[in-house]
Nanobody, 119 residues
Framework: QVQLVESGGGLVQAGGSLRLSCAAS????MAWFRQAPGKEREFVAG????????GYADSVKGRFTISRDNAKNTVYLQMNSLKPEDTAVYYC????????????????WGQGTQVTVSS
C-alpha cells in the first residue's frame, strides 16, 4: 500500500514563503495539486521519478520550486512570493515514472495540507 504524508502547510502573509513536504513509502513520479473551495483540483508542479524533469503550472512558474530527496523518498514544494489566490488545500500525488498534469492519472494521493495566504 502506497502511503503519502504531507506536511508544512499553514497561514502566511502575502509575499511570504512556505515549504511543503511529502514523504512517500517508495519512489515514484510525484506531483502537487491544489484545490480551493468551489474549484476543481488543479496541477501545481510535478517531478519525474529520477528528478531530472519538472513541470509547473503557469500560475506558479518563477515562484514555486519542486524538488526531491530520493534517499528519503520525499518531495518538496518551496513556495515563495505567495499570493492570496494560492490559498487552497495542497495534495501530494504519486504514480509510476513520468509525471503528468492530469489528476486522474495519479492512483495515489495524500490527505492534503491547508495553505492560507492572507492579504
Amino acid at each position: 500500500q502506497v502511503q503519502l504524508v504531507e506536511s508544512g502547510g499553514g497561514l502566511v502573509q502575502a509575499g511570504g514563503s512556505l515549504r511543503l513536504s511529502c514523504a512517500a513509502s517508495g519512489r515514484y513520479a510525484m506531483a502537487w495539486f491544489r484545490q480551493a473551495p468551489g474549484k476543481e483540483r488543479e496541477f501545481v508542479a510535478g517531478i519525474a521519478w529520477g528528478g531530472g524533469s519538472t513541470g509547473y503550472a503557469d500560475s506558479v512558474k518563477g515562484r514555486f520550486t519542486i524538488s526531491r530527496d530520493n534517499a528519503k523518498n520525499t518531495v518538496y514544494l518551496q513556495m515563495n512570493s505567495l499570493k492570496p489566490e494560492d490559498t487552497a488545500v495542497y495534495y501530494c500525488a504519486a504514480r509510476g515514472i513520468a509525471t503528468t498534469s492530469r489528476p486522474n492519472q495519479y492512483p495515489y494521493w495524500g490527505q492534503g495540507t491547508q495553505v492560507t495566504v492572507s492579504s
